[in-house]
C-alpha cells in the first residue's frame, strides 16, 4: 500500500528560470546579484513574548489578540464526531461548539469570541509568558506479515496476563513472550517496531495478504519510562537541538542489531497492542482523530472535549521555523505520558509524510482555552 505524496509542480518554475522559446529577446548584460541569506530569527523555536507574565496555568483574558492567518477548516468535522461518538461529551460541549459555529459563520473575528458568549482562558505555557510547546505525533504504517521468516522476525505483542509487573523489555526481547499465542504481526525493524510504541497505536499492513489493520493500544508492562533519546543525548550520539524521531531513526540505520538492542533496553518499559474493529485513528477520549484537527494534551488543563484556539508554529521542509503562525481551531481529544502543562501534541494524520511533519515539531506558539460563559470549567486547575 502506497502513500500518496505531493509532488512540485517544476515547469513554471523552470520556464522562469530558463525561458521556454528560442524566440525570446535576447536578455541584458547580468547584474550581480547578492546572496539573500536565509532569515535569521531572534527565537527560532516560536517563542513570543507579547503579552507579558502569566500567574497561573491558566489566566482569563478579554480577548485574543492575534493577527496570524486563520485556518479553521478542520474543526467542523472534528467536532461533529465528537458530537456523533460521545453523548457524554455531546452533552457538555455541544452548546459551546455551537456557539463557536456561529462565530465561525460571522467572519472568525477572535477579537469578538466574548460577543458569542465564549470565555476565554491563556495557557500561561512553562515560562508563564505565553508560550506553549507544540509538538506533533501520527499514525505510523507499519509493514508486516502474519507469520515470521527470515526478514519478518520482530514480533509485536498482545497484553499477557501477569502476575504483578509484565516482563521488562529485555526479558522480553530474551523470549519472555515466546509460545504464549500473543504475537498479533512480524516487522522486519525493530526500531520501527519500537518507535510504532512510541505512537501508541498505528497502521499495520500485512504484505502477504495486502490487508491493512489498526492497531491500538492495549496496555503496558508496568516498568518505568526512560527516553531512548535522552541516552543518546547523554551519551553524545546526538545532539540536543537535532534530537527527534528522525535522528533517532538515522542513528539505527548503520548500527547493528545488538547495538541497537541494547538502547531499546535502557528503556524497560513495553507497550502492547491490540486489534481495532474499523481503522479509526481513535484519542484517549474514544473519539477518531482527523489530521491537524485534534491534540493530546494535559486534562488537567484541557479536558477531552475541550476546544482551543492556537497559534501554530508554521515549518518548512526541513523543520525549521518560518517566522510565522498560523491560528487554528483545535480540540483536546487525546492524552500522553509526556503531555502535561504548557505542551500540547497534535495529531498530524497517517503515514510516513506525516511522521517526517510530526517529527520536526517542538515549537512554541500562544494557546487560549475556550470555554461557555457561564459554564463551570472541568480541571484541577482554580
Known amino acids: 500500500m ?11 518554475a523552470a ?32 517563542h513570543q513574548y507579547l503579552d507579558g507574565f502569566f500567574p497561573a496555568e491558566l489566566n482569563p483574558v478579554p480577548a485574543v489578540n492575534s493577527h496570524a492567518p486563520r485556518n479553521f477548516s478542520t474543526f467542523e468535522a472534528q467536532s461533529r464526531l465528537v458530537l456523533e461518538r460521545s453523548p457524554r461529551l455531546a452533552n457538555r460541549y455541544a452548546g459551546l461548539y455551537q456557539k463557536l459555529q456561529h462565530w465561525l459563520a460571522a467572519g472568525a473575528n477572535p477579537m469578538l469570541l466574548g460577543h458569542y458568549g465564549i470565555r ?15 509538538t506533533g505525533y501520527f499514525s505510523p504504517v507499519l509493514e508486516v506479515r502474519h507469520k515470521p521468516d527470515d526478514k519478518f522476525r520482530y514480533p ?3 497484553m499477557p496476563r501477569c502476575k504483578g509487573r509484565c516482563p521488562s523489555r529485555a526479558d522480553i526481547h530474551r523470549g519472555a513472550l515466546k509460545g504464549k499465542k500473543l504475537e498479533l504481526a512480524y516487522s522486519d525493524s525493530l526500531m520501527d517496531t519500537f518507535l510504532l510504541e ?12 495486502d490487508s491493512l489493520n489498526y492497531l491500538g493500544y492495549a496496555g503496558k508492562n508496568g516498568h518505568g519510562y526512560t527516553s531512548i533519546g535522552r541516552v543518546l543525548i547523554d551519551r553524545g550520539e546526538v545532539s540536543k537541538e537535532q534530537m527527534s524521531l528522525r535522528a533517532i531513526k538515522k542513528w539505527a540505520e548503520d548500527k547493528s542489531e545488538a547495538e541497537v538492542k541494547e538502547l531499546l ?14 481503522l479509526d485513528v481513535l484519542g484517549s477520549a474514544g473519539i477518531p482523530l482527523l489530521p491537524m484537527a485534534a491534540v493530546a494534551a494535559d486534562k488537567r488543563l484541557l479536558p477531552m472535549g475541550t476546544p482551543i484556539l492556537a497559534e501554530v508554529p508554521l515549518l518548512d521542509k526541513e523543520g525549521n521555523w518560518t517566522g510565522k503562525h498560523e491560528l487554528r481551531l483545535l480540540i483536546a481529544l487525546d ?9 500540547l501534541d497534535l495529531y498530524h494524520g497517517m503515514g510516513s509524510e506525516a511522521g517526517v511533519e510530526a517529527g520536526h515539531y517542538k515549537h512554541f506558539g500562544r494557546v487560549w482555552r475556550l470555554g461557555a460563559m457561564g459554564m463551570a470549567p472541568v480541571s484541577g486547575v482554580k
Request: net charge positive; charged share 15%.
Open 120 to 134: 476565554l482562558d491563556q495557557l500561561g505555557g512553562g515560562d508563564r509568558q505565553g508560550n506553549v510547546m507544540f
Open 15 to 46: 520556464a522562469l528560470l530558463f525561458g521556454c522559446s528560442s524566440s525570446a529577446p535576447k536578455p541584458a548584460k547580468p547584474q550581480p546579484v547578492t546572496p539573500v541569506a536565509a532569515p535569521v530569527f531572534e527565537y527560532p523555536l516560536g
Open 198 to 209: 512510541v505512537q501508541g497505536s498505528g497502521f499495520i499492513h500485512y504484505g502477504d495478504d
Open 156 to 158: 509485536l505483542y498482545a
Open 2 to 12: 502506497g502513500i500518496t505524496r505531493r509532488l512540485p509542480l517544476l515547469a513554471c
Open 335 to 343: 492524552t500522553g505520558g509526556a503531555v502535561k502543562g504548557g505542551h
Open 265 to 278: 533496553e535502557t528503556n524497560p518499559s513495553y507497550v502492547f497492542f491490540k486489534r481495532a474493529p474499523n
